[in-house]
């Protein structure tokens, strides 16, 4: 059991290294009939792309995705390409590894980071930047979730940075337009945050040191009935997806945590009957989600990403030998790694839904 593949019928096998030649991933039980261009998975990785301001790791990565399986070009379309129910593989290429800025570490355990269990485990480790560990494979699941946002018809799944370390934004300012425009390299839907995070940001990059961050998910368009009362919950599901990504520690659903303050009263998402004679939530605390199955509101999830380990203010620490070193990280690091995060989080609450989607249509037919 190599558990480098998550998901049921939408199965996604992630493979490659940091410093490899190259990553990538292999989508298996993708529906045939899909229709999609290399521009839409670029796009999502051109969100993700590392080098794109100050605030993060200035390692160049054009990030280049090559669809090298499961798809025929659409002859009208050139450019359109149409999912043929076979394995799809997606490639991209490293192209700006620097193994020599990791040369001192081999042999040393970095704090906050997961050489020494690696090293456990396998009995063996990649030290150049984390191998298998590196959030740097996360770029394949980001390719994957491009393609999984094609498979539910309707589904919009956003993301935005809510807080880092000490600073939050205003929620009375949240506008989803700002999360993309051109003056936002925080993923942030407050206007009036951007300043602050900035100014908070440098001060720690120039201490070489890190900070955390808080990620809100928001999928809309979930259909209603995905997922199942044991053990099969959507909030499961999307729960793990998001526990596997690098630096991630702690995932709410909804209210999360904060529901553990609440009463009963204020918990309970309440009904009415809409003018479409349909259910009408008077409220969202449970995020969308009841018994583990969705309720057709918006699914809200959070997660928390821990600091980064790899700073430059020497942390104590052991090495290889059982010797007691002091260790300082060199080489090209994010400040704060939840930025680059957002779409990451998009693109496994993504993956969780499609797989939900097709789950549900197999045991129902509809």
Known sequence: MSHNTFGHLFRVTTWGESHGPALGCVVDGCPPGIRFTVADIQAELDRRRPGQSRFVTQRREPDQVKVLSGVV?????????????TPISMMIENVDQRSKDYGEIAQQYRPGHADYAYDVK?????????????????????????????????????????????????????NWGFVE????????PDPASVAVFADYLDEVRKAGSSVGALIEIVAEGVPAGLG???????????????????????????????????TGEENADEMRIGNDGKPLFLANHAGGILGGISTGQPVVARFAVKPTSSILTPRRSVDVEGKEVDVRTKGRHDPCVGIRA???GEAMVACAIADHYLRHRGQTGR
């Open 73 to 85: 070009a659409d002859e009208a379309h050139p450019d359109t390409l149409v999912t043929t129910g």
């Open 122 to 174: 396998y009995g063996v480790r990649d030290y150049r930047g984390g191998g298998r560990s590196s959030a740097r494979e996360t770029a394949a699941r980001v390719a994957a979730g491009a393609l999984a946002r094609k498979v539910v018809p309707g589904l919009v799944v956003r993301g935005a940075l809510v807080a880092m370390g000490e600073k939050e934004i205003d929620r009375d300012n949240w």
């Open 181 to 188: 425009s051109g003056d936002n390299p925080f993923f942030t």
């Open 228 to 262: 199942a009362p044991v053990y099969a919950k959507l909030d499961q599901d999307i729960a793990s997806n998001l526990m596997s990504i690098n630096a991630v520690k702690g995932v709410e659903i909804g209210d999360g945590f904060a529901t553990a303050r609440m």
């Open 342 to 344: 957002v779409p990451i």
